[in-house]
């Protein structure tokens, strides 16, 4: 399994370049753990965060499924993709 962790103030250039490794994951069959870790103050806004963590994973033009629904941990989000 495959970890990609994304910070909440992601930059847009950033989130193509994760999301195209994610991509090159999936296409070798590997599983993907994406994870947003959020810092500080920035827990307090989970429902932003959980926004900014679903735009992300639109990014993602791979055909792939979801094992595992995104989850909330005291820590940020989480998900597990798979081709």
Do not use: W, Y
């Not at 599983?31 to 990014?59: H, T």
């Not at 033009?61 to 798979?82: A, C, R, V, Y």
């Amino acid at each position: 399994m495959k970890i990609i962790k994304i910070g909440l103030s992601i930059s847009e250039h950033d989130a193509k370049i994760k999301a195209k490794k994610i991509e090159e994951f999936l296409k070798e069959g590997d599983k993907v753990k994406v994870e947003i870790f959020l810092k500080g103050r920035e827990r307090a806004n989970k429902d932003f965060a959980k926004e900014k963590f679903e735009s992300f994973l639109s990014k993602i033009e791979e055909e792939h499924k979801i094992d595992q629904p995104i989850k909330s941990l005291p820590s940020g989000f989480t998900i597990i993709l798979s081709k």
